[in-house]
């Protein structure tokens, strides 16, 4: 270091300029006042007030540096003086500067972090007496991760995802209801491929689907496998704990949204806005049964409770869950040959409904032709119905299974000869190298991003094989890829996460995508009281008016669902343990009930079944352990 770098290196550092490339022959001293600049054309410098012989004086009688390719190798000036090397600031500054920042920012965080200790140590104290309904732990929880106390750890990655689609979903009825204004005044404002993702917000539901299917059947294999019960023992303690974690804040919120939106109608309070229907709502909603009727044959208000058919949906679902999960436990390939089975099932439901109501018939974001009032009806069954959209669900639940059968391979992390190679290991290996992440997402980008969603809903690129293919398989395909995301982040081991998969693997692992998911279902359900609870401006450009609004009204929905998640549903969740041991005690315990594995072929003298470990240990061959 000279004396000269010295001082432009103080110089820069007191005025907050990161030096990474000074023009040639320009002297810092005329910048920052250390002598007088020159006239423009004027060759000679103006005489100088300051003393002589300081350092800026020192400086300006040197070039700074040269002609600089900006790359570290010498290079000569214009007057043709000796190379001077290149100097690398912004290397020296990232050295020097941010370990310094990088520091600041970890004692700030712990500053907060233990700042907000003392604040929720203190909201314990005072609510203890409040027992159940003390906000306190909820609270904690809810904030990190590391203390929401789920046995056996989380899955980080899903909870990126459940955050990601409560986003999209809540961006899209936003968007599609004109809550800021008629969503077609926003083309031309944004790109339009942008515009054209947030109208399929409904895959966001599909993206709940498939992580249900997931989370519920690694929750049944759990009981399964801890509880000592009969299947039939296990299963009514999975819907138990499930009416627990569902229903209060269901209930709660089909009372909340249908009132406020009474209210908001200018009617009685208990009318569902003048129709007289505000105890069929409940009622429907009570059993899960709101997914039955098209949107204009729902009872009550035209919006109140809409998004609550999602709810009755994947009810209907878990009802079925511990038969998959259970065939699986007792044969692997008779757990395959029912998911498949289910998948196709399904998806025939689909198709027949698409072909025997005639919906094929041009429906797109700005064109509708030929499509009367009862297709619309069906086109909402279509969307609603469980039978129609179990298809995703299993695709959840196909992936659990792949977590389990990968489970020696992901342990030993991929190393050679420490685990059982399999046509899975083989197939998933291949899938996530980077070759097969382009190929995969590529494919998803190309078929359903800019095929489905841009060219033909957007655009309007109508053909009738087109629309068919949108309504039997849009959904479908995001389902693939929420469960190759899962089975990439989740399933596989660490050092096969690499490229695109690490990228997205970080970015749904992140700590702030946390607490959103901890209220996404509370906040789902909530979501209709922030849109209308105030009147909104309509705005005429999507950045930065309606980008701005939108956040604001997405953290007010969170807001909303952090209130019923501390006051019901996360209470309710602990009476329901507590309640636990009185309701499935000693009557619904059995005779030591682990299954024993199906075999479909000849029985052979001492066999192990199939998919039970032998030894007299209780244990599951190819399937997730907790």
């Avoid at 992580?211 to 999975?238: M, N, P, T, V, Y």
């Avoid at 679902?317 to 065939?327: D, G, K």
């Avoid at 509370?522 to 105030?534: E, K, N, P, S, V």
Wanted: proline share 5%; glycine share 8%; charged share 15%.
């Amino acid at each position: 270091y000279d004396s000269s770098y010295a001082t432009v290196h103080t110089t820069y550092d007191h005025c907050t300029r990161l030096p990474l490339r000074a023009p040639r022959r320009w002297n810092c001293m005329y910048r920052f006042g250390g002598a007088s600049e020159p006239e423009p054309g004027d060759g000679a410098k103006k005489e100088s007030t300051r003393p002589a012989n300081t350092s800026e004086d020192r400086m300006a009688s040197q070039p700074l540096m040269g002609g600089s390719r900006g790359d570290g190798r010498p290079v000569a000036d214009d007057d043709g003086d000796e190379p001077v090397e290149d100097h690398d600031y912004l290397s020296e500054y990232i050295e020097t500067i941010m370990p310094g920042t990088e520091r600041y920012m970890n004692e700030t965080s712990e500053k907060i972090t233990s700042e907000t200790g003392k604040c929720l140590s203190k909201l314990d104290e005072i609510c203890q007496p409040l027992g159940f309904w003390n906000p306190a732990p909820y609270l904690v929880s809810m904030a990190v991760r590391n203390n929401s106390g789920r046995a056996g750890g989380s899955f980080e990655e899903l909870d990126g995802v459940r955050a990601l689609a409560l986003m999209w979903v809540c961006s899209f009825h936003i968007f599609s209801c004109s809550v800021l204004g008629t969503w077609k005044d926003f083309v031309g404002e944004m790109p339009s491929f942008i515009l054209a993702v947030m109208e399929q917000g409904q895959c966001g539901v599909t993206m709940f689907f498939v992580l249900s299917g997931f989370l519920i059947s690694h929750i049944f294999q759990s009981i399964r496998k801890k509880e000592d019960r009969s299947l039939l023992g296990c299963w009514a303690l999975f819907m138990y704990r499930r009416f627990f974690r569902i229903w209060p804040a269901l209930m709660s919120s089909v009372v909340v949204v249908t009132m406020c939106a009474s209210v908001w109608a200018d009617t009685g309070v208990f009318s569902a806005c003048g129709t007289g229907q505000f105890w069929d709502v409940i009622s429907r909603n009570a059993v899960f049964m709101w997914n039955l009727k098209a949107w204009g044959e729902e009872p009550g208000c035209a919006l109140s409770p809409e998004v609550t058919w999602s709810v009755s949906t994947e009810f209907q679902l878990y009802v079925f869950t511990p038969l998959f999960v259970e065939a699986y436990i007792r044969n692997k390939r008779m757990g395959w040959m029912v998911v498949f089975a289910v998948i196709w099932l399904s998806l025939y439901c689909r198709y027949y409904m698409i072909y025997t109501d005639d919906l094929s018939n041009e429906k797109t974001a700005f064109t509708t032709h030929g499509y009367t009032t009862d297709m619309y009806y069906q086109q909402n069954l279509l969307y609603f119905s469980s039978y129609t959209r179990a298809n995703e669900y299993m695709v959840g639940i196909a992936a659990h299974y792949l977590w389990g059968e990968l489970k020696q391979y992901r342990e030993c992390n991929g190393e050679e000869g420490k685990f059982a190679k399999t046509w899975q290991t083989y197939l998933f290996s291949m899938l996530v190298s980077w070759p097969g992440q382009l190929v995969v997402y590529g494919y998803w980008f190309y078929t359903q991003a800019w095929v489905m969603w841009f060219d033909y809903f957007w655009n309007g690129s109508y053909t009738r094989a087109m629309q068919f293919s949108y309504l039997m398989y849009n959904w479908f395909l995001m389902s693939g890829l929420v469960g190759y995301v899962i089975i990439a982040t989740v399933a596989m081991p660490k050092s096969k996460v690499t490229f695109i998969n690490k990228a997205v693997a970080d970015f749904l692992a992140s700590p702030v995508l946390y607490p959103i998911a901890a209220v996404s279902y509370t906040g789902y359900l909530l979501q209709y009281i922030a849109w209308w609870q105030f009147p909104m401006p309509t705005v005429t450009n999507f950045m930065p008016a309606f980008a701005g609004y939108e956040t604001i009204l997405f953290i007010y929905s969170l807001c909303i669902g952090l209130v019923l998640s501390l006051a019901i549903e996360r209470p309710f969740m602990k009476v329901g343990r507590w309640l636990e041991p009185s309701v499935c005690g000693k009557h619904l315990k059995a005779k030591p009930g682990f299954p024993k594995g199906w075999n479909f072929g000849p029985k052979k003298k001492g066999a192990v079944p199939m998919a039970v470990g032998g030894g007299g240990e209780k244990s599951f061959v190819g399937v997730s352990q907790v």
